[in-house]
């Protein structure tokens, strides 16, 4: 636990997190959120590139959610709930302790009384209550992914397909023109075309999105 030259404030801290993780809630609670993190960590990576594909960015939410709904469980909790027993051994029973609930964790601090509950009945029910703030929160936080599709228009490695007029993005830049309908809508078709069509400002494109390019794969003709 301790070690030569160890001063005592070193060894209080030390004390202190051997004691939380020795802790039947913070274990669980760390299985709760790896088995969470997980699945949205690849979504996350998505997000911080540079992309303008928002159809992929929408793609990878809506299975992000469907992998998240289908931990909601019974054999997820169980598996998570067991693997915490075997680390730090069964939980104290808890007749009339406060137990913590999504509101609890976004808060800090408890709400409610749990009262007799079964102790398993009452980490079932906290498990489904998280899993369930994270699905609300993440559908509310996207519900407005849908209308920025025309963001596309700015998707730097299809700007050599947007040359051909059959492949120009009409709808996508419909749909800016919907939403912000102060652009000019020929004008900014026509500064558009120019761009999808221009190899040096398509040259300067890449090289701003790959600094280690030093030119255009291929070039609009």
Known sequence: MTE????????AQSASLKQKLEDFDFTFLLGVFQSIFGLTEPLF??????TADIKK?????????SALKATRTDETFSRIYDDTVKAVGDPVPRR?????????L?????????GDEETVVSF????????????????????????????????????TSFCNPDAFPSSELALLINTYP?????????ELHTLYNNSFLLRMTY???SPRSTSCSSSCS
């Open 124 to 159: 079932r029910r906290l498990y489904f209550q998280i899993v369930d703030g994270v699905v609300l929160h993440m559908t509310q936080r996207f519900a407005d992914m849908e209308h920025l599709h025309f963001f596309r228009i700015l998707e730097h490695r299809s700007f």
């Open 57 to 65: 960015c929408q793609d990878r939410i809506m299975s992000t959610l």
């Open 207 to 209: 090289r701003a999105h």
């Open 182 to 190: 102060f652009f000019d809508e020929q004008k900014l078709r026509n």
């Open 45 to 50: 990576q998505v997000l911080q590139s540079k």
């Open 96 to 104: 009339k302790r406060r137990r913590c609930g999504w509101d609890d």
């Open 4 to 11: 030569p030259g160890w001063d005592k404030e070193t060894i």
């Open 106 to 114: 976004e808060q800090g601090f408890n709400q409610h009384q749990e």
